[in-house]
């Protein structure tokens, strides 16, 4: 499965969460990237997890909830990045198409 960038949805470089334009370039930038990566593993990784995001897709019925089509993914509305403590928030996720996931995060600028 490819990687998009965290910033702008573009293919990430191998081994990063950014694409080219996007990577740290600094240290502390890099423990960032590093200390996020094992956030997200910890929670996307979890039972805890991949029972909450089947329980998302029934209640939004598997539609994307921006454009109706099959969703794919599970969005979260505030981003771990702005608050990690949202991150099993079941009122903070959304089912959403993986096309409707990349737009939006394009879209936002993801920081």
């Not at 995001?53 to 505030?78: N, S």
């Not at 903070?92 to 996931?101: A, P």
């Amino acid at each position: 499965m490819e990687k998009i960038c965290l910033k702008c949805c573009d293919l990430v470089v191998k081994g990063s969460n950014y694409c080219e334009k996007h990577r740290p370039k600094n240290s502390s930038k890099t423990q960032n990237d590093k200390e996020y990566r094992k956030l997200k593993n910890k929670i996307y990784g979890s039972k805890k997890w991949r029972r909450l995001r089947e329980k998302i897709f029934i209640r939004d019925l598997f539609t994307c909830q921006m454009c109706g089509a099959k969703a794919e993914e599970v969005h979260h509305i505030i981003s771990l990045h702005e608050d990690e403590s949202k991150a099993f928030d079941k009122n903070n996720l959304m089912s959403i198409c993986r096309e409707c996931h990349i737009n939006f995060h394009r879209s936002e600028k993801f920081k």
